[in-house]
């Protein structure tokens, strides 16, 4: 069996997490090995990068361009360590979020150059992309409204504008539009179950699992 890489991407309070948690008990009792994962965080030097990234500080804000480097220097080594070894092992990774991410929210959000996090990302990854991504698709009100039950606990990007985060949302729907052989938009409000069934019906048909 052949690895593959599935990705799930969204905006926050999309419902990843649930739906990459259910999406690991289906595949494993399909007898696949799965592993889970996540950017940035999904090495041990990318934990202390999540940190960097998320933690958040008032007085010493985080340049965009900072940003855009720590996340590719967080995704080149997560290529390298975990992603590239475990999909030549055969196993399914389901990844909390990947390149796209990258253009959504620092492309489309933060206004930086294309070019540069198209350059960066093809650096990071060695050419690396998903077999599937699953954009969890939810109105940015939507996704507030889960995410803002717990004000104390949002992290630096959450914490950002509604405006910042309607234009990664339009980032998220130009690249759906563009790579429609890759990304695979499901409505993220319906139920859990619902969206659940959805994913499964797309791996069978796009993955053949």
């Known amino acids: 069996m052949s690895g593959k890489l599935i990705v799930f991407e969204g905006v926050e309070g999309c419902g990843k997490t649930t739906q990459m948690q259910l999406c690991c008990q289906w595949l494993e009792s399909l007898g696949i090995s799965v592993i889970v994962t996540r950017e940035p965080g999904g090495t041990e030097l990318g934990i202390h990068l999540r940190r960097l990234l998320l933690e ?47 253009v959504a929210y620092q492309g ?60 990664v949302q339009q980032g998220y729907s130009q690249l759906a539009a563009a790579h ?3 990304i695979v938009r499901v409505d993220g409000s319906l139920s859990k179950e619902t969206v659940s069934s959805l994913i499964q019906e797309i791996l069978r048909q796009r993955l053949q699992v």
């Open 56 to 102: 958040k500080s008032e007085d010493k804000p985080v340049a965009d361009v900072t940003e855009l480097l720590l996340y590719a220097a967080d995704r080149a080594q997560h290529v390298e360590q975990e992603l590239k070894p475990n999909l030549a092992a055969g196993k399914y990774i389901l990844c909390d979020r990947y390149i796209d991410s990258t």
């Open 180 to 182: 429609p052989s890759r």
């Open 108 to 167: 489309y959000g933060r206004g930086l150059n294309m070019s540069l996090i198209e350059k960066l990302n093809d650096i990071a990854t060695s050419g690396l992309t998903s077999d599937l991504t699953i954009w969890l698709d939810v109105d940015v009100e939507v996704g507030f409204s889960r995410k803002r039950g717990d004000a104390a606990g949002l992290d630096r990007i959450e914490q950002e504008t509604i405006a910042f985060h309607r234009r």
